[in-house]
C-alpha cells in the first residue's frame, strides 16, 4: 500500500528514519492468590497478592538477556513515540541495527532450550515449595512452554494511506493534519530526549568527579565513561532532528574525553579537576537546553510483553495494598 509521509513543521525525520517493531515474549512466572490463600491485616477487597510459578535460572537468564538487547536498541534508536515497542531508526544506523538483532536473536535460542529442558524439573520444584498453594492448572504442557518465547522485529511505515484520498477527500486531510502534528510532537519530543540523555550522562560523570565533602575522591568506573562515549559516537547519527546547540556541546565533550580511561581519572588529581570543570559547564549549558522533559520515560522493558501460562497472569508484588 502506497503512502504518503507526514510532512512537519519542523523537519521531516522520516525521510532520515525507518520505524522498527521489536516484540519479546515469554513465559509469565506469577499468578495471583484467591483470598483465601494469604493473610493480611486490611480488607481482602483493597488488597492483592501473588505467588511466584517458578523458581528458575534459566528463567533470569532469559530475562537478563532480554534486557541487554533492550539496552542495546534504547542505545542505538530512538523513542517513536507512538506505541511502546516502536522505535525510530536512523538509516545510517539499520543494516547495524538489524544485523545486531538476527544475532540476538540467535543468541536467544539456547537459553530458551535450557528453560525448556529444565522445566518438568521446575514444575516438581514448585510444588514442593508452594505447597498447598500449587495448582496444575496454572503451569503449561512441556509441548507449549517453548511457543511462548518469541522474539521479532518488522519493519513499519507511519502514513497516510493514499487510497484513502479516493475514498474521501475530507477523511484523508484531516488525517495528514493528524500526521504532522503527531511528527511534530515527536520531533520535539525526540530533540529534549536526547538532550536529557545527555544531562544525565554529564550531570552522573560530573558527580562522580566531584570529591567527598571531606575531599576524598569518589569510585569512578570505567562504565561511567564508556556510557557517555556510546553516546557521542552514536549521537551524529541519532540527531534527526538537525539540532545545532546539542550537537556543539557533543563535540565540546567529545575533546575532553578524547583518550580518556578510567585509570588515568583515579590517579591524576589534575586530570579530574579539569575534567569536572569542564563537564561542569557542558552540564550548565545543558540545564538551560532542557526545557521539556519526555512525555514518556525510556525504559528498557518498553518492548517487553510476557505471556501468562493459561491465562493473564498479574505481574503484583508478593504483597500489595492496592
Do not use: C
Amino acid at each position: 500500500m502506497k503512502e504518503i509521509k507526514a510532512k512537519t513543521s519542523r523537519l521531516n525525520i522520516t525521510d532520515k528514519t525507518v520505524m522498527v517493531s521489536v516484540d519479546f515474549h515469554r513465559i509469565g512466572n506469577s499468578r495471583r492468590l484467591a483470598v483465601n490463600q494469604y493473610q493480611v491485616d486490611a480488607d481482602k477487597t483493597m488488597t492483592r497478592a501473588s505467588k511466584r510459578l517458578l523458581k528458575s535460572e534459566e528463567l533470569k537468564a532469559i530475562s537478563r538477556f532480554d534486557g541487554n538487547v533492550r539496552s542495546y536498541i534504547a542505545s542505538k534508536a530512538l523513542p517513536s513515540m507512538f506505541k511502546q515497542g516502536f522505535w525510530i531508526v536512523p538509516n545510517s544506523l539499520v543494516e547495524e541495527v538489524d544485523a545486531q538483532l538476527v544475532a540476538y536473536s540467535e543468541q536467544r535460542k539456547p537459553l530458551v532450550d535450557a528453560f525448556v529442558a529444565a522445566y518438568p524439573g521446575l514444575m516438581e520444584k514448585a510444588k514442593e515449595l508452594l505447597k498447598g498453594t500449587f495448582s496444575e492448572s496454572d503451569y503449561l504442557s512441556e509441548a507449549d512452554v517453548r511457543d511462548q518465547f518469541t522474539f521479532s522485529w518488522r519493519y513499519v511505515s507511519f502514513g497516510v494511506p493514499v487510497e484513502l484520498e479516493a475514498i474521501k477527500e475530507e477523511v484523508y486531510k484531516r488525517e495528514q493534519e493528524k500526521a504532522v502534528a503527531h511528527w511534530d510532537s515527536a520531533t520535539t519530543e525526540i530533540q529534549q530526549m536526547l538532550r536529557a540523555s545527555m544531562q544525565d550522562l554529564v550531570g552522573h560523570m560530573n558527580e562522580r568527579l566531584t570529591p567527598t565533602e571531606d575531599g576524598k575522591a569518589k569510585i569512578f568506573k570505567a562504565s561511567t565513561i564508556d556510557n557517555i562515549n556510546e553516546f557521542l559516537t552514536t549521537f551524529e547519527a541519532r540527531n534527526v532532528t538537525d539540532d545545532k546547540e546539542l550537537a556543539a556541546l557533543v563535540e565540546k565533550a567529545k575533546g575532553l574525553t578524547h583518550g580518556l580511561d578510567a585509570e588515568k581519572l583515579r590517579t591524576d588529581e589534575e586530570l579530574r579537576k579539569a575534567m569536572q570543570i569542564g563537564m561542569n559547564n557542558i552540564k550548565a549549558e545543558l540545564d538551560t537546553m532542557v526545557v521539556l522533559k519526555p512525555g514518556r520515560k525510556i525504559r528498557y522493558d518498553d518492548t517487553e510483553a510476557e505471556v501468562a501460562p493459561k491465562g493473564a497472569a498479574e505481574a503484583v508484588a508478593e504483597l500489595e495494598v492496592a
